[in-house]
């Protein structure tokens, strides 16, 4: 086995041993998400992971924020309360903490599809019991993440060393399957918005 192969392999058991290990000390200290702004992210108050609806919601309603940041800004530039300067820097720091938050958030959701089985994931969304809006809405989170993940994956990988292709192929694979996951995930949610 390739030795980048086994690295992500003993990653990913890593990754898993970590997360239940996170799991365990929220359950029995909530109070420590308060301390982490990473984890009052990730986990609800109770120590519980956030699902796929309620990551996709606040991934919605901060960037609504970024926006109305930004349009705040294009106010100001355009009454001469700030200069271009300043306003050219701002914006710069706009699109920096937008580009953050979606990679962030499609991290998050990304690896809740890859983890949870699709009809643990289907399950979770039936529950929620969500209206057609919320459901078009959590279609194109879903839409979002997959195209974002694609686009990420083109980016890091245009230079690769031949003698490093199986381990291109296991992590092309291992994204691929994700993204085809979340597809399959935002065929369950239009058709739940078809019935």
């Given at each position: 086995?390739?030795?980048?192969?086994?690295?992500?392999?003993?990653?990913?058991?890593?990754?898993?041993?970590?997360?239940?290990?996170?799991?365990?000390?929220?359950?029995?200290?909530?109070?420590?998400?308060?301390?982490?702004?990473?984890?009052?992210?990730?986990?609800?108050?109770?120590?519980?992971?956030?699902?796929?609806?309620s990551l996709a919601c606040e991934?919605?309603?901060?960037?609504?924020?970024?926006?109305?940041?930004?349009?705040?800004?294009?106010?100001?530039?355009?009454?001469?309360?700030?200069?271009?300067?300043?306003?050219?820097k701002l914006i710069n720091e706009?699109?920096?903490?937008?580009?953050?938050?979606?990679?962030?958030?499609?991290?998050?959701?990304?690896?809740?599809?890859?983890?949870?089985?699709?009809?643990?994931?289907?399950?979770?969304?039936?529950?929620?019991?969500?209206?057609?809006?919320?459901?078009?809405?959590?279609?194109?989170?879903?839409?979002?993440?997959?195209?974002?993940?694609?686009?990420?994956?083109?980016?890091?990988?245009?230079?690769?060393?031949?003698?490093?292709?199986?381990?291109?192929?296991?992590?092309?694979?291992?994204?691929?399957?994700?993204?085809?996951?979340?597809?399959?995930?935002?065929?369950?949610?239009?058709?739940?918005?078809?019935?």
């Amino acid at each position: 086995m390739n030795d980048d192969i086994r690295k992500d392999l003993f990653k990913e058991k890593y990754e898993e041993y970590i997360n239940k290990y996170i799991n365990d000390l929220i359950k029995n200290n909530p109070l420590l998400i308060r301390e982490y702004p990473i984890l009052e992210i990730e986990y609800d108050i109770d120590g519980n992971k956030k699902d796929i609806y309620s990551l996709a919601c606040e991934r919605d309603i901060k960037k609504m924020q970024i926006k109305s940041d930004k349009n705040e800004f294009d106010f100001k530039f355009s009454q001469n309360k700030i200069s271009k300067d300043e306003y050219e820097k701002l914006i710069n720091e706009t699109n920096k903490k937008m580009d953050d938050l979606d990679l962030l958030y499609d991290d998050l959701i990304f690896n809740i599809i890859n983890y949870l089985t699709l009809e643990e994931i289907e399950q979770s969304i039936l529950i929620h019991n969500l209206n057609d809006i919320d459901l078009s809405r959590l279609a194109v989170a879903i839409s979002s993440v997959a195209e974002n993940k694609i686009d990420e994956f083109r980016k890091n990988n245009k230079m690769f060393m031949l003698d490093k292709l199986s381990y291109w192929n296991y992590k092309y694979n291992k994204i691929s399957k994700g993204i085809s996951k979340a597809r399959e995930v935002e065929r369950f949610i239009l058709d739940l918005i078809e019935k």
